[in-house]
């Protein structure tokens, strides 16, 4: 069921401290929740959290049949249903707004952006590829599920390792175990992170990036922008909301690309640092 | 008979629900939230009792039939312990969450004693719902040889011929004829014929097994009181 409406005084607070550029949560209007990671056992399993916002996210792989259309290219499904655990304003098998917005965000970051080698997924051409299934759930929506779900999904992307395969002659396939010979990390092109910012009706609050749920339904328009550490923009999305001239739209595209640089740098120490607790020597 | 895999017991404390609460055997884990009273849609409501609705989501892949399955029997497990009656016309939902990949298609009942665990666990963490009593599970097999393992773990499940989940519910009070009730159970012949006796022993396996259990949710509630002795320690 819908919660309320937030209160008349939490939303004129929330208006008044954000035009003095304050923050509920006292972070700065640019800043980030700092974003923490934790890899189960499992490789392609993680749970990452934005503050409140947890999202956990799990890759795993069979083998199937290729789509007689390409029968070159391996395939990858992203399912992301919100359940009521994450606020029980959500209901299982009636998509809301917010959830058909995160699987579309996700289906043209992940999918259509080509974060992922599809062909390197086959394994024999038109008879065995690779189905990369992820599945994301959403344990708390504490505001900006769709960085987080974003972030989870391209981290477990890059913590799987799917099993060696060995190919002999025309039609034989080993698929060797984890224990003989090490799994292979899939190919990923490039890895593009989410970042949205929200807006409000006043024309001197400065737009917020990160927002909490409070500041998320108090917002008169959103807008997220997913792109990787190379400067390359996979999606600018702003659907509706209050306008915004073409000058912060693009003063908001460098405060995301200086922010996609620190965040690519933390995701790539952390899958380090965890990749060294799991090496095991074979003498 | 051996103990159980090792139980740990962890509050998430997540954002938007009343309680949470994460248990596992071994590497079987199960996380549970419970949101309620809260309201309900006119459709769900009931007029003299709280509408409880359960729902299961597996790890991988979107709920199938089989979560639906799973969360009907959680169900009937868990709602004997419940006082539905103090709250009508509200909603009590309970969503489960596996954390583990099902790996064994053929015994999911370690996964589905977690999951019991940790939803009432999780509607103790609410502490918005009067409960009669506390629900704690087990899974219990039978080896070939007649030997009884409790909670087996994967490397042992194809030696297994007959075995189940049991669930009791535990509580100290008038009305109980002894301090455990048996609430739930499916034990049954994975192969050859069933076995009447097989169940008693196993049932009783289980209730030993299962104090275990109860010690550890116990003991994850209430810290640690140093310097004060055992007088106040409840007997099972």
């Known amino acids: ?283 | 008979m051996n103990a159980s895999r090792p139980i740990q017991i962890s509050y998430d404390g997540l954002a938007r629900v009343d309680g949470s609460a994460r248990f596992s055997f071994g590497d079987t884990v199960a996380l549970a939230s419970v949101s309620g009273p809260i309201e309900v849609r006119l459709a769900a409501e009931l007029p003299s009792q709280a509408t409880f609705d359960v729902s299961v989501r597996p790890l991988n892949n979107v709920p199938s039939t089989e979560s639906k399955s799973q969360a009907a029997t959680i169900r009937s497990a868990i709602a004997p312990s419940l006082i539905l009656n103090k709250n009508p016309r509200t909603l009590i939902q309970l969503v489960i969450q596996t954390l583990s990949p099902t790996s064994t298609p053929r015994w999911t009942d370690g996964l589905l004693a977690a999951m019991i665990n940790s939803s009432t666990l999780a509607l103790l963490n609410a502490g918005s719902v009067p409960m009669r009593g506390v629900v704690c599970a087990i899974a219990i097999g039978k080896t070939r040889d007649g030997e009884l393992l409790v909670d087996p773990e994967e490397a042992r499940v194809a030696e297994l011929i007959q075995g189940g989940c049991f669930a009791f519910m535990v509580a100290d009070g008038a009305g109980l004829e002894s301090n455990s009730t048996t609430v739930w159970t499916n034990w049954r012949a994975l192969e050859r014929t069933f076995d009447e006796m097989g169940l008693m022993s196993a049932r009783e396996a289980a209730k030993d097994a299962i104090k275990g259990v109860y010690a550890s949710m116990k003991s994850s509630i209430m810290p640690e009181r140093i310097g004060h002795g055992d007088d106040d320690k409840m007997e099972i």
């Not at chain 1, 060696?164 to 080993?174: Q, W």
Request: some cysteine.
């Open chain 1, 1 to 283: 069921m819908r919660p309320p409406s937030p209160s008349i005084p939490e939303k004129e607070f929330l208006n008044s401290a954000l035009k003095q550029n304050l923050r509920i949560d006292g972070r700065a209007p640019l800043d980030m929740r700092t974003p923490v990671f934790i890899f189960g056992p499992e490789l392609g399993w993680v749970d990452c959290s934005l503050g409140k916002t947890r999202v956990i996210a799990y890759v795993d792989a069979k083998m199937v049949k290729p789509t007689p259309e390409r029968p070159f290219e391996g395939m990858i499904t992203i399912h992301s249903e919100l359940s009521p655990m994450a606020s029980s304003e959500y209901e299982t098998g009636r998509p809301s707004e917010e959830e058909v917005t995160i699987t579309r965000m996700l289906d043209k970051i992940i999918k259509r952006s080509d974060a992922l080698d599809k062909e390197s997924l086959c394994i024999l051409a038109g008879q065995r590829v690779w189905h990369i299934r992820l599945s994301l759930h959403f344990l708390a929506d504490a505001g900006n599920m769709v960085d987080c779900a974003c972030l989870a999904g391209i981290v477990a992307l890059r913590h799987f390792r799917r099993p060696e395969v060995e190919v002999i002659g025309d039609d034989e396939v080993i698929v060797h175990s984890p224990l003989e010979r090490a799994p292979m990390p899939l190919a990923i092109h490039h890895s593009p992170f989410c970042f949205t910012f929200a807006f409000f009706a006043d024309p001197e609050t400065p737009p917020i990036l990160d927002p909490t749920q409070l500041e998320q339904r108090l917002s008169a328009g959103l807008m997220s922008i997913a792109l990787n550490a190379q400067k390359e923009i996979c999606v600018l999305q702003k659907l509706g909301g209050v306008p915004q001239d073409t000058e912060e739209v693009l003063r908001l595209v460098k405060v995301a690309v200086a922010q996609a640089k620190e965040l690519s740098n933390t995701v790539d120490a952390k899958l380090t640092a965890d990749w060294e607790t799991r090496k095991v020597e074979v003498r």
